[in-house]
């Protein structure tokens, strides 16, 4: 949906300068109605017409070249030998799940449940029964802080969905909001090149905290990914409890990690644990979940 966005500006300097503005209660009521009018349509699709089309958003993702890095780099700082590893990360994600859909008869994991009927049975003859996992319908999707790609716009929560016939709109984080933005464009890209409804896809920037409450308490919206921490989670889940239907909400939630050193691997290598320690805790700007077991 182009119009949550500012228009890109190129400087001298860098290719990163962008604008950007609060989205509005209405433009939020637009994306979510848009994405209910796309699933009508989007649910619809083959297995083969959303692999085609997870392999165009990668394809596109790629497109952006080292201007997605740079861009990137300059709104997080993170180096970018770990922009590219991620990046990488990001697009096999997407292909994945394409490739689970292309080898899937009813699919992704066949999950299409069939028993025969059986004339025969007493007292009652038994009816041909058959259970499929369906589409459930728009996702709301939360971006995080410190994947600004793989955990963000077209991270696994969205890949996901959009593999299982599921329109998303997204709510960007505000750390990476550049990011965001070419993110979106590539498969803005991708949806125009798979001639796919335009409302599959929206993406948010929002500050306020009520922009993420009306979201997950949207009617059409039957699904919740998110990644961030307990505090905001626990607060989204009260939103959401507030709901006539209840819907799923599918958290990766930040913990604090223990560190176990046993006395004796203490004395014996302590130093070298301790180096360990650190440089985990550092690694990728001090942005990776540290969760090490020493003993």
Do not use: W
Not at 48 to 73: K, P
Not at 102 to 109: H, L, W, Y
Not at 117 to 136: G, H, S
Not at 217 to 232: C, I, L, N, Q, R
Request: net charge negative.
């Amino acid at each position: 949906m182009r119009q949550y966005f500012m228009p890109f500006h190129q400087s001298a300097m860098s290719q990163s300068i962008l604008s950007f503005f609060e989205a509005s209660q209405d433009m939020l009521a637009t994306a979510i109605n848009e994405a209910e009018k796309a699933f009508k349509v989007y649910r619809k699709t083959s297995l083969i017409e959303r692999a085609t089309f997870l392999h165009a958003i990668a394809d596109e993702i790629e497109a952006l070249g080292d201007q997605l890095l740079e861009v990137t780099h300059e709104e997080t700082n993170l180096p970018f030998a770990r922009l590219q590893g991620e990046r990488g990360r990001t697009m096999n994600q997407l292909r994945a799940f394409a490739q689970g859909l292309e080898k899937s008869q009813n699919g992704i994991v066949n999950l299409s449940l069939l028993d025969e009927a059986d004339p025969a049975r007493a007292p009652l003859a038994k009816p041909r029964t058959q259970l499929d996992f369906i589409p459930v319908g728009v996702v709301a999707v939360f971006g995080a802080s410190n994947f600004p790609y793989a955990f963000s716009t077209l991270g696994g929560d969205t890949a996901s969905a959009l593999a299982a016939g599921c329109p998303v709109v997204m709510k960007s984080h505000t750390a990476h909001p550049a990011t965001s933005e070419l993110m979106t464009r590539a498969i803005e890209k991708a949806i125009e090149k798979c001639d796919m409804p335009k409302g599959v896809f929206s993406m948010i920037q929002a500050k306020k905290y009520d922009m993420a409450h009306a979201l997950v308490e949207a009617e059409p919206v039957k699904a919740v990914g998110f990644t961030g921490s307990m505090s905001v989670a626990s607060k989204l889940i009260e939103t959401i409890n507030t709901r006539k239907e209840a819907i799923p909400f599918y958290g990766e939630l930040g913990s604090i990690n223990p560190q176990f050193v046993l006395p004796e691997m203490a004395e014996q290598n302590g130093e070298e644990l301790g180096a360990d320690l650190c440089n985990s805790m550092l690694m990728g700007n001090g942005q990776f979940c540290t969760s090490q077991v020493f003993g």
